[in-house]
């Protein structure tokens, strides 16, 4: 299924490195990341904390430049954020002030998108993240899984084709976890979106995406990019599941062994 | 006093809430009114206890302690009818309370929408623009520890005697709570949503409008507060000197003529008029930020 989109390259990183100072010492983010993004694909960044994985995301996003290197969306310099690329934040990032409705409806209206149209699409994604009877709810009167529906919905009324996410899901239940990335893969396989996952859970990477990126901390880099060719829907608890969550665990930990001799 | 107070409150409340949700759900009406009247009742039953309680040992303590410097409450309640609406000693004080009360309430009003009008704006600017706040933060930093009374002689050489130098003071009395709390709010506004914010495509002023500030109104609104009660308590001052009109002037004069049962009426209305400007603020305050957890 993922065929016939795997055609267009819609994000590129190449040579990409990232430092900063902290107190006084220079500190390697990022060191030589390559990476080249299909449009439509489920990606998932992996790896320790500071690992750099969140750098990356944020300069995907134009959060933050490079030290050297280039970041690309379809052929332009990554500048600063725009509205193809949509964040979507851990802590949500709703604006309080705003309902449901009103923070759906923000990036449309700060574009200039014409009332009627404006009205249909946010209508919409209001139906598509469930969130019809809380439409005109305050984000404090919301549970932590509401929230972040309406952060999705959020970039996705908002034209993005490439949504990235960091560690949406971490600060969520289980229960509401695992409901809401069957919803993501479900929004995923109905729209065409390319997204760009920030996660540390293996299995979460594995449940989601085409394609597993790990990496390892200071200095961050890629360690393996892995496609995940298990059908969908997949079953957490099947044996090959089982398998590529092992190899992938290896992988993930493969340097606590280097730093430890 | 408190018995007659009650018992005169109580019923007339309890008559006129059937007959405004008259008719259709008249019968289902009913029965719940009796607990969400006693439930409105309390608190304003409650806090009438500790006042009366005080006026009963403030009247006590005069009889008793047998001083004419200051006067029972009776009397100060005779005077407050005089001087609100005339009748008893028909003096220069007489039916004026309106005259100075409007006086007293067009400089703390004026003087707060002024203070408004430079510290929201001057706030927001030093809050979020680098440069503007390395010009203006230090300045601000070593004229905010000046008592507002400290100005008084300087603002009577600027503007003179009378009613402008009051008003000056209170600008100045409103200002430093209402700019101090929206650069606060402004450089507490999560940073996060600036990065959704221009995420979503919101750029330049539009992020002023959009984020800064409604991100800052519940703090704002705290300025405002401690603003308008400031204003409230340095009108006084202001007024005390070379002022012919206003509440402060009638406290001063008062105390000349040693009218003691004056000064207090003038305290009583102060108080009174400051009560309920802050919950005219408060009211705003609610509506505008029934989005916020903590004042909604």
């Not at chain 2, 006026?55 to 047998?66: I, K, T």
């Not at chain 2, 003179?160 to 430093?176: H, N």
């Not at chain 2, 002023?208 to 703090?219: D, H, M, N």
């Amino acid at each position: 299924m993922t065929g016939d989109r795997a055609t267009f390259r819609l994000l590129e990183i190449e040579h990409l490195s990232k430092e900063f100072e902290l107190n006084g010492a220079r500190i390697q983010a990022l060191r030589d990341v390559n990476l080249s993004i299909n449009q439509g694909e489920f990606i998932c960044l992996i790896g320790a904390s500071g690992c750099g994985k969140s750098t990356l995301l944020r300069i995907i996003a134009g959060f933050e430049t490079a030290t050297s290197g280039t970041a690309r969306v379809r052929g332009k310099l990554i500048s600063e954020p725009g509205p193809d690329r949509g964040m979507v934040f851990q802590d949500y990032a709703l604006f309080p002030w705003l309902s449901v409705r009103e923070n759906i409806a923000f990036g449309p209206t700060e574009r200039g998108v014409p009332k009627a149209e404006r009205r249909d699409k946010v209508e919409n994604f209001i139906d598509v993240v469930g969130l019809r009877k809380f439409a005109d709810a305050y984000p404090h009167q919301l549970s932590g899984g509401m929230k972040q529906r309406v952060a999705i919905a959020r970039v996705l009324a908002n034209d993005a084709d490439i949504v990235l996410m960091d560690e949406p899901f971490g600060a969520l239940d289980a229960l509401t976890r695992e409901r809401l990335q069957e919803e993501l893969l479900d929004i995923w396989q109905r729209t065409g979106l390319t997204v760009i996952f920030v996660t540390h859970s293996i299995e979460e990477a594995i449940f989601l995406s085409d394609r597993v990126v790990v990496m390892t901390p200071s200095p961050g880099k890629i360690e393996s990019d892995n496609r995940i060719l298990l059908p969908r829907p997949r079953d957490v608890s099947a044996p090959d599941f089982n398998e590529l969550r092992r190899t992938l665990g290896a992988k993930l930990h493969s340097h606590h062994g280097r730093r430890a001799a | 006093m408190k018995q007659s107070v009650a018992s005169i409150a109580a019923p007339a409340t309890v008559e006129s809430r059937p007959a405004a949700t008259t008719t259709p759900k008249a019968h289902r009406a009913e029965p719940a009114e009796g607990p969400r009247l006693e439930g409105r009742a309390r608190p304003v039953l409650l806090a009438l206890v500790v006042p009366v309680l005080f006026v009963l040992f403030w009247e006590a303590a005069v009889v008793y302690g047998r001083t004419r410097l200051i006067p029972p409450p009776t009397e100060v309640a005779v005077m407050m009818w005089d001087f609100a609406f005339g009748g008893i000693w028909d003096d220069a004080f007489s039916r004026t309370l309106h005259v100075h009360l409007l006086m007293s309430m067009s400089r703390v009003y004026g003087g707060f929408l002024l203070a408004c009008a430079a510290g929201i704006p001057l706030g927001l600017l030093i809050g979020r623009v680098r440069l503007i706040r390395q010009l203006f933060d230090p300045v601000l930093q070593i004229l905010r520890p000046i008592p507002v009374t400290a100005w008084l002689p300087l603002s009577m050489i600027i503007f003179g005697l009378g009613g402008t130098s009051a008003f000056s003071l209170v600008f100045l009395g409103a200002f430093y709570p209402v700019l101090l709390n929206t650069v606060f709010g402004v450089r507490n506004v999560d940073p996060k949503l600036f990065e959704a914010a221009a995420m979503l495509g919101c750029k330049g002023s539009n992020v002023f409008r959009r984020v800064v500030l409604p991100a800052a109104l519940p703090s704002i609104f705290t300025g405002l507060r401690l603003g308008l009660g400031f204003a409230w308590v340095v009108i006084v001052v202001g007024e005390m000197t070379g002022v012919p009109q206003g509440l402060g002037a009638v406290i001063m004069d008062a105390r000349t003529l040693s009218r003691t049962d004056l000064v207090i009426c003038g305290m009583i209305v102060i108080g009174v008029a400051g009560f309920l400007s802050d919950k005219a603020i408060t009211w705003l305050n609610r509506r505008l930020l029934r989005w916020s957890p903590q004042h909604g």
